[in-house]
Structure formats: structure tokens, C-alpha cells
């Protein structure tokens, strides 16, 4: 308590109830600041943190990946945004990691406005700079205390055979695309070393959101196709060295997002540049290509936001999978 009056000479001691809870540890009641939560494992803390003690005054989080502490890179906008909404909705504490400083802000302050007592947090990130990947993770344990689950999502996609591909747009896709996976693994994996150091029974989570184009070679893709294949070598690879450790490392191969910005913007997006392009035979209308590609779907669709997010709540819950690659695709691609 000495150190809590330190901190804020304008609380007393009068100001701060310590509620016993047996063996599992304390709620510290600070009046007119909150809670300090003390146990003596990640798990405890989470049971306490859904105590009827506090649930009176705080809604008790009962989400599938309720407490846990997420980072999203590339979490500003399309399937990122998507995937940091759905884990924020099933009350993970989440950090929504991206260069978009104004969207990612607006993002965060707009989840905060729940009256869940998960909390949303906004971290400008270059995943393609060591360094500030290193930072973004320092940020998350400073704020939230702690990581279970990293996913590696930001990337970037620029089409284009050999004679179109210049050197430095293969270079960018690289350092973005595969080398970014690197550094937030070896950024993230400290942490959750350190925590089943702390609590053996613990399980953390990466996972990389990769592609289709990650299991099938992709025509006049090769960068992003390339960058994918070597993301599954690294999951494999890393899956092997941190099991011991109780970190899963995983990934999820979407299909086509035909909703999303890359697809379906109008002025820049996929189907209006194929249309321009003549990319597709006999089409006439944006409509026109985007059939074309359904058509090549068994599911007759693209895959969306909930496809994927199921996909990453399966490979958290579960615990007895590492090293793979998840095809959600509807489909089109299928496990060799």
C-alpha cells in the first residue's frame, strides 16, 4: 500500500480495500482508480477476473477467447479489421497493430465503447522494421501485461509476371510478406517462453494468416505466392522449436476475400482491373468477373471474415495441433 500512495499521494490507505479470496490470491480495490488483480498463475488471474466479487460493477467476459491478450498486425482495415472485431466480441483483450495510425485509433476507440471489460489498444507498426515489431510487443506487454496470441496478418500484394516484377516491388513484398512473420515471431515468442516458464499448464498461440496462394503456385503472383510457400516452411519450423514450450504455431490459408478492399474496390480493386485488362474473355461488367471467379469456388463464394475467425478459434482451442496449414478456401484448395 506504500507503494500505491507513493505512486498517487492522493490516495490513502483508507482508500484501498483488500478483498481475500483464500489460497487463490487477492482483488486489491483501489478507490476511485480500479483494480489490482494478485494470483499466483495467468489462470488464477483470469478466474479472478470473472469473480461475482467484481462482476457487480464490471460485465464478466465469457467469450471463447475470453482474457486472452491478441495482437492483430494489419488489423486497420479489411480482413484484419474483421478478425480483431470478432476477437474483441468474444472478449479477448486485443491490439490492433498497423501503419494506419487513423484508422487503427478509430478503430480501437470505437470497440472501447462496449461496456465489456476487455480493452482495445492501437500500436503503429511496421512489420517489415525488426524494431518497431520489438516495440509494438513491448507496447502490448506494458499495457496489457502479458501475450497469448500473436497473428500475423498485415501483408501486400503487388501482381505481376517476370517482365513486370522490378526488383525492388519483389524486394518489398518480401521484407512485408515473409520477413514481417519472422520478426513478430521472434519478437512474440520471449513473452510466451516467459509465461510457461511461469505457468507450465499455459498454452500461447501464433498464427500466420497466409493464403491459397500459399499452397498452389500462383500465375503471374509469384511474389505474394513465394512469400506464402516460405510462410508455411517457417510455421512448420517454428512449430517444431516452441511445442516444447507450449506455443502453437499455426496457419490459416484463406480463399479469395472478394469483399474486401483488394477485390472489391471500386476504382482500384481486382475485378475493375481484370475487367480493364481483358483478363477475363467475354467480360462485360465488374459483376461479370467476380461470377467468374465464384464460379471457380465449390462453396460458390469467397471467403469471408467469420470463415477465417473460425478457423483461428479452432487452432487456439485446440491443443494437440502445431505445424499446419488450415485451407479455407470452400474448396477450391484441398490438403496434398
Not at 501482381?159 to 519478437?187: I, S
Amino acid at each position: 500500500m506504500e507503494r500505491i500512495t507513493e505512486i498517487n499521494p492522493d490516495i490513502s490507505n483508507s482508500d484501498i480495500k483488500v478483498l481475500p479470496l483464500n489460497y487463490t490470491g487477492h482483488i486489491v480495490v483501489v478507490q476511485d482508480c480500479g483494480l489490482v488483480l494478485l494470483a499466483p498463475t495467468a489462470d488464477e488471474v483470469a478466474k479472478l477476473a470473472q469473480s461475482k466479487i467484481i462482476s457487480a460493477d464490471t460485465q464478466p467476459v465469457k467469450g471463447r477467447v475470453a482474457g486472452k491478450i491478441v495482437i492483430v498486425t494489419g488489423a486497420a482495415q479489411g480482413f484484419g479489421q474483421g478478425i480483431a472485431e470478432s476477437l474483441f466480441t468474444e472478449d479477448a483483450n486485443v491490439v490492433i497493430a498497423d501503419l494506419n495510425e487513423v484508422k487503427g485509433i478509430e478503430l480501437a476507440n470505437a470497440l472501447n465503447t462496449n461496456k465489456s471489460g476487455n480493452r482495445a489498444f492501437f500500436v503503429k507498426c511496421d512489420v517489415s522494421d525488426a524494431k518497431s515489431v520489438e516495440q509494438m510487443i513491448e507496447a502490448t506487454v506494458n499495457h496489457f501485461g502479458g501475450l497469448d496470441l500473436l497473428i500475423s496478418n498485415a501483408g501486400i500484394l503487388r501482381a505481376g509476371g517476370l517482365d513486370e516484377m522490378t526488383p525492388e516491388t519483389f524486394d518489398l513484398m518480401t521484407r512485408v510478406n515473409y520477413n514481417g512473420f519472422f520478426h513478430c515471431a521472434r519478437a512474440g515468442a520471449p513473452v510466451m517462453k516467459l509465461q510457461w516458464e511461469m505457468n507450465p499448464a499455459h498454452f500461447s498461440d501464433i498464427i500466420q494468416i497466409n493464403s491459397k496462394s500459399g499452397l498452389k503456385g500462383s500465375n503471374k503472383n509469384f511474389a505474394y505466392a513465394g512469400a506464402k510457400f516460405g510462410g508455411i516452411g517457417l510455421v512448420q519450423s517454428f512449430a517444431l522449436e516452441l511445442m516444447p514450450f507450449r506455443v502453437k504455431v499455426n496457419a490459416i490459408c484463406p480463399g479469395n476475400f472478394f469483399e474486401g478492399p483488394l477485390w472489391s474496390d471500386p476504382d482500384n480493386g481486382l475485378f475493375v482491373q481484370y475487367l480493364n485488362a481483358g483478363k477475363i474473355p467475354g467480360a462485360k461488367t465488374v459483376e461479370d468477373v467476380k461470377n467468374h471467379y465464384e464460379a471457380q469456388v465449390p462453396a460458390g463464394r469467397g471467403c469471408r471474415v467469420k470463415d477465417v475467425v473460425r478457423a483461428i478459434l479452432y487452432a487456439v482451442e485446440q491443443e494437440y495441433e502445431t505445424g499446419q496449414a488450415i485451407p479455407v478456401t470452400g474448396g477450391q484448395e484441398m490438403l496434398r
